[in-house]
């Protein structure tokens, strides 16, 4: 009889009690586009200074394509913490970079968009526990990879540059289809500042070009719990 007693009080306390904390690492592609936005600065070498609305174009199916990826911390309360990393793309249309007085200006190696993330989820809201919800938000940095080279210079601008402050937000919903392993469809947006810098010829001004970036983006991706 004590032992059924002891039997039973264990198995309450294990219902109890809540879902143990996990680790979930997550890949994903998409399709991603780009809000125009004013680009204002003045031009290396000493050139004139430039202010005009951009029709940023995403191409996110060509090569390098768009993707991103992140680790979550998930707390036994749902509350989930950790880093994201998104190499999301912004190219300059060859009409607005010629009457700026640009040859080229691509973001294209990746706006790459780097944040501390704060989610929350609600497993099993839907079809007997299969499919979680799940909103969040993060903070962090544009670190982009600039290509550029203004009308008439020979020194290319061609490398990482650390541009401003970012900030991500993020709705979707993922099915599990095992214990370990999910899929997930989400909409993403970033949104980041970004004061970058047009490298000059040898012993010429460097030029500047500022802009804020919005992008929007359909993700589907595949996650891995542990």
């Known amino acids: 009889m004590l032992n059924s007693v002891r039997v039973s009080l264990f198995a309450l306390v294990a219902m109890a009690s809540p879902a143990a904390a996990e680790i979930e690492l997550s ?100 079809n007997q526990g299969r499919f979680t919800p799940y909103v969040g938000g993060g903070l962090g940095v544009a670190i982009p990879h600039v290509d550029a080279l203004a009308v008439g210079a020979t020194n290319r601008t061609y490398d990482y540059e650390n541009t401003g402050v970012a900030v991500r937000g993020i709705a979707g919903i993922k099915y599990d289809f095992t214990d370990r392993w999910a899929i997930f469809g989400e909409y993403q947006m970033t949104y980041s500042e970004n004061d970058i810098t047009i490298d000059g010829d040898p012993g010429q001004p460097d030029g500047r070009l500022s802009t804020d970036l919005l992008t929007h983006a359909l993700n589907f991706g595949i996650s891995y719990s542990f």
């Open 27 to 126: 890949f994903y592609l998409g399709a991603q586009g780009v809000t125009e936005s004013t680009a204002s600065g003045t031009l290396p070498n000493g050139g004139g200074g430039f202010s005009r609305n951009i029709g940023w174009e995403g191409k996110p199916f060509d090569a390098p394509i768009y993707y991103g990826g992140r680790v979550m911390y998930w707390t036994d309360t749902n509350w989930g913490f950790g880093l994201e990393g998104t190499h999301t793309k912004a190219y300059m249309p060859a009409g607005d970079a010629a009457a700026v007085g640009l040859t080229r200006f691509e973001l294209s190696d990746g706006h790459n968009i780097f944040t501390a993330n704060v989610m929350k989820r609600w497993p099993g809201a839907f």
